[in-house]
């Protein structure tokens, strides 16, 4: 398929997300498919949490662009004009992963290579951490504790990135997480997705693919969670059953 010309720049636009599907898009719609739909039409942002700030403060030490990230950020520094404590631990986390050869291997490849490409009949958008042409596809993650991984699906992530690179390639990469923690004493390693694990991710993308690219076009109406931000800032308020609450979890 043709490469289209998406850049940093147009990546996250409202025309590329209506064009293309993306991890993160798709996780939405599994989350709550009218919140992801108010994303796409530019209807709803998510807010921007201190915690993604710090992954995105480590994401452009990575690419270079540390320099221009906190001059674009000033919520990054305190009145005083000091960084702020979590992108003080952010430094320090650049600093220990730095240091260690095998962390800096898997982060040596292509930064932010950008792919589109066909998959279950729909167009995709990706872009990856550290692309190894040939060798393999590595993500940085920057998370609270190691336990806290596998909450976050990034089998999905790596299923989509390894069928992406195939796609465009031919070649079927492995598909790794570097990742270090933000605990007290950082943690870092280098955890690779399994075969089996991808494919089964893969096949759960296949299976819902086709009904979310439907609620995408405006075939099927969304289904509203009822209970994420997005919802809750539409709803209509009813009368309920006061005891309805003493049956929720
Ligand atoms: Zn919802």
């Known amino acids: ?74 919520e990054l520094f305190t009145r005083k004009n000091e960084l702020r404590s979590e992108f003080r631990k952010a430094n320090e986390i650049i600093g220990r992963v730095k240091a260690d050869p095998l962390f800096m291997q898997f982060m040596s490849g292509e930064k932010q290579k950008i792919l589109t490409f066909e998959l279950f009949g729909v167009l995709w958008k990706m872009k990856m951490d550290s692309y190894l042409e040939g060798v393999c596809i590595t993500d940085l993650k920057v998370v609270a504790n190691f336990r806290s991984l596998p909450l976050w699906r990034y089998d999905l992530q790596g299923a989509v990135y390894q069928a992406g690179v ?35 991710a893969l096949n759960e993308i296949r299976e819902h693919i086709d009904h979310c690219n439907n609620v995408k076009m405006g075939i099927i109406q969304p289904e509203y969670c009822g209970h994420c931000d ?8 009813t009368i309920r059953n006061y005891n309805e609450l003493l049956l929720e979890g």
């Open 1 to 74: 398929m043709e490469q289209l010309n998406l850049t940093e720049d147009n990546y996250y636009s409202q025309e590329l997300n209506s064009r293309f599907f993306s991890v993160s898009q798709y996780k939405d719609f599994m989350k709550c498919e009218a919140m992801a739909l108010a994303k796409i039409k530019g209807e709803y942002k998510q807010p921007v949490t201190k915690a993604l700030l710090v992954g995105s403060f480590v994401d452009s030490y990575f690419e270079g662009t540390l320099p221009e990230f906190m001059q674009e950020n000033p």
């Open 166 to 200: 195939e796609a465009v390639t031919g070649e079927n990469l492995p598909f790794y997480l570097a990742a270090a923690t933000k605990e007290r004493v950082t943690d870092l390693d280098i955890f690779q997705i399994s075969q089996p694990t991808l494919d089964m």
């Open 230 to 237: 997005y919802c809750k800032s539409v709803k209509a308020a």
